[in-house]
């Protein structure tokens, strides 16, 4: 009895401390975001036994990210800080992993630097006029292999400099700015000499040394139309000779070739070999010398899912390693050469990302995140998943902050088809109350929600909201099915399956269907600024770097998806479609829902002019409160610090203001932090 009401105690004690260590967590705020960790440039040395990470951190005072490097054991254990204050980027082992290559800005151009792994000073080892761009060690560790921009002649650069410099739009190697051909080169670590191999006006795009050094097989355009990505072709180059062998002729995009270990072929991905097609893309092998190619369809026309591209042999050549995301997780996968035959390395819940292996391929160093756990970097055995972590970026999160509920939904749309989503509720949610809700929009539309943690998820949760993440039709993890699904459905197909998604949670009792909020930037800038249009459900949006007019966009920003797939043909040739999916075509229909528009002034993908265009015609019917905030010097991501702050802050005030009716205060920051 004595035994039994001691356990009773212990319980009711361990009980006790859990309610009150749940007490004591506290909401994610923005700032706990701007301050995260984040790990990556991750790399194995080919021996396996060593990983070399980087950690950016804040810089507040400075209004900018601080990232310093480290190298580990792959066993764990004490990191010790390598590189120093100068930095660095574009990280290598040499194939024997007793240096690391790297580039680093000299006298305002990139240059390779070498550094013992052992330890000790960086020495520069390149001095090439133009700078270096993107390199590649030989196998035999005597030669590095580098494309770099063609340069100026003396006189013509000092011209330049004095304002001869007009941009000759699309014209050469020029698209909407002044760029400049890349030609192939290698440098002999020995002799200490460059040598250039190509003379050819071409933008590269991506390349790999052939085992034996002699050749290069790279993917890359003769123009710089930014509309034309389907322009990419497949050549190779003689090391000896710099001769250029043109290997595909096509309208469909060759990217990431692979020498096989044997180098008599390559991988590579394509969608297509005639045409640029609306598919997830396959894995192709070639031979250079015949032009003879196979293309793996997926477990014999299976479905295709999203993969990251580019795939890494196994050293016996009768297999590939790549990461793939099926729906909202993502694992590592192996192809069988012979067979075609995919089968799954790791099966976890969540996000694992394979960045680096060993030589061997029989270690691997891995990212991995789920709804409630932070990115870090973990070690493993290939085929035998036994992590080792080895940075712990962000424990704070989980010991101070009171986290979402994160789960996965479905619900049927439109014909039936299944979509799915992530559906967020507050770590304090209490069952069987209603709750605002905050529907976000992905971008693309070639992408997904994800398992993975996402800061500002948890943002709006901490503020009492719930938040639904749907993958509608055009997401790019569940086959291609999903993916063309947005064919002919610009705006009202993405409508109906966010709309069915919003009904199904009202329908669960989880949200308020009084207090609804939409947001999405990209291509979520899109569809929200579209679904505005076609309900007045929402009492608030935030419409971000998105596209309002599609007719306008037309040369200003990156479209060709649209006319290639979307909505077919040009606005001339196609006008009442292009005129019936802009959401400027129904602006009168926003007569409800306050809306904020947020871009960044040098955004050259969804032009900057668009949000203007918008928030113009909304202020000029004057029916619905509008905001319209640009950031100077953003592109179509956000940089800045002090900018992400405000960003996140004045969107949180417009929701809490025009859903909840809410004069929100904002978070206070220590500006010592």
Not at 202 to 216: K, M
Not at 513 to 518: A, E
Request: glycine share 10%; aromatic share 12%.
């Amino acid at each position: 009895m004595k035994t039994f009401i001691c356990c009773i105690l212990a319980i009711c004690l361990l009980l006790t401390s859990a309610f009150a260590q749940k007490d004591a967590l506290r909401p994610f705020t923005v700032d706990d975001e701007l301050n995260m960790v984040s790990i990556g440039s991750a790399l194995m040395s080919p021996d396996g036994r060593q990983v070399f990470y980087s950690k950016t951190e804040l810089d507040w005072a400075k209004n900018k990210r601080k990232t310093t490097y480290y190298m580990v054991s792959a066993n764990g254990g004490e990191p010790q800080q390598y590189i120093g204050d100068a930095g660095g980027g574009s990280f290598q082992f040499s194939p024997d992993g007793k240096h690391l290559s790297f580039t680093r800005e000299f006298e305002k151009k990139e240059q390779l630097y070498l550094m013992p792994t052992c330890g000790g000073e960086a020495v520069r080892i390149t001095n090439h006029r133009g700078g270096i761009g993107s390199y590649q060690w030989s196998k035999d560790g005597k030669k590095i292999f580098f494309s770099a921009e063609e340069t100026l002649s003396d006189e013509d650069q000092k011209e330049h400099d004095l304002g001869a410099d007009p941009i000759f739009i699309d014209e050469g190697p020029n698209g909407k700015n002044q760029e400049a051909w890349i030609n192939l080169w290698e440098f002999d670590l020995a002799e200490r000499k460059e040598r250039r191999i190509t003379n050819e006006n071409l933008l590269f795009e991506g390349f790999d040394v052939s085992p034996d050094g002699n050749r290069i097989v790279f993917s890359a355009r003769r123009e710089n139309r930014v509309n034309h990505p389907y322009r990419a072709e497949l050549y190779t180059a003689e090391v000896g000779t710099g001769e250029v062998i043109r290997l595909t002729n096509n309208n469909a995009p060759e990217e990431n070739p692979v020498w096989a270990p044997d180098g008599k072929t390559f991988m590579y991905r394509a969608p297509s070999d005639k045409d640029y097609y609306l598919t997830q893309g396959y894995f192709w092998l070639m031979n250079p010398d015949t032009r003879e190619k196979r293309k793996y369809e997926y477990n014999n026309g299976a479905v295709e899912y999203d993969t990251d591209g580019k795939a890494v042999w196994m050293p016996d050549g009768k297999s590939i390693l790549f990461n793939e995301a099926r729906r909202t997780n993502s694992n590592l996968y192996r192809m069988d050469i012979k067979t075609g035959k995919v089968t799954a390395i790791t099966d976890v819940t969540g996000n694992l990302r394979v960045i680096a292996y060993s030589k061997d391929r029989k270690k691997m160093v891995y990212s991995f995140s789920d709804f409630t756990t932070p990115s870090d970097i973990y070690v493993s055995r290939v085929g035998n998943l036994k992590p080792i972590r080895l940075t712990k970026a962000n424990p704070w999160i989980k010991e101070e902050i009171l986290l979402a509920k994160g789960d996965i939904i479905r619900w049927k749309s439109k014909g039936g088809m299944e979509i799915e989503g992530a559906f967020y509720l507050p770590g304090d949610y209490q069952e069987g109350t209603r709750i605002p809700l905050i529907l976000f929009v992905h971008g693309g539309p070639p992408a997904h929600f994800e398992n993975g943690f996402r800061a500002d998820f948890h943002m709006y949760t901490g503020l009492g909201y719930a938040v639904l993440a749907p993958n509608v039709r055009g997401s790019d993890s569940y086959g291609d099915k999903i993916l063309r699904g947005l064919i002919g459905e610009v705006g009202d197909g993405e409508f109906i399956d966010q709309m069915s998604g919003v009904d199904h949670v009202i329908e669960l009792g989880y949200v308020d269907p009084d207090q609804l909020g939409i947001r999405g930037g990209s291509w979520g800038g899109v569809s929200s600024g579209y679904t505005i249009t076609q309900t007045d459900r929402f009492k608030a949006a935030s419409v971000i770097c998105g596209v309002c007019n599609w007719a306008a966009e037309v040369g200003p920003g990156f479209s060709f998806d649209v006319g290639l797939w979307y909505i077919g043909g040009k606005p001339w040739t196609n006008r009442e479609e292009w005129v019936k999916r802009s959401s400027i075509t129904h602006v009168t229909n926003v007569t409800k829902t306050a809306v904020l528009f947020i871009h960044g002034a040098e955004d050259q993908t969804s032009s900057v002019g668009q949000s203007l265009m918008y928030s113009s015609a909304l202020m000029d019917i004057g029916k619905v409160p509008v905001r319209y905030i640009k950031f100077p010097r953003e592109s179509h991501g956000f940089n800045e610090p002090r900018h992400i702050r405000i960003f996140s802050v004045e969107e949180i005030k417009w929701m809490q203001k025009y859903v909840r009716g809410i004069e929100w205060e904002p978070w206070k920051r220590d500006s010592d932090l």
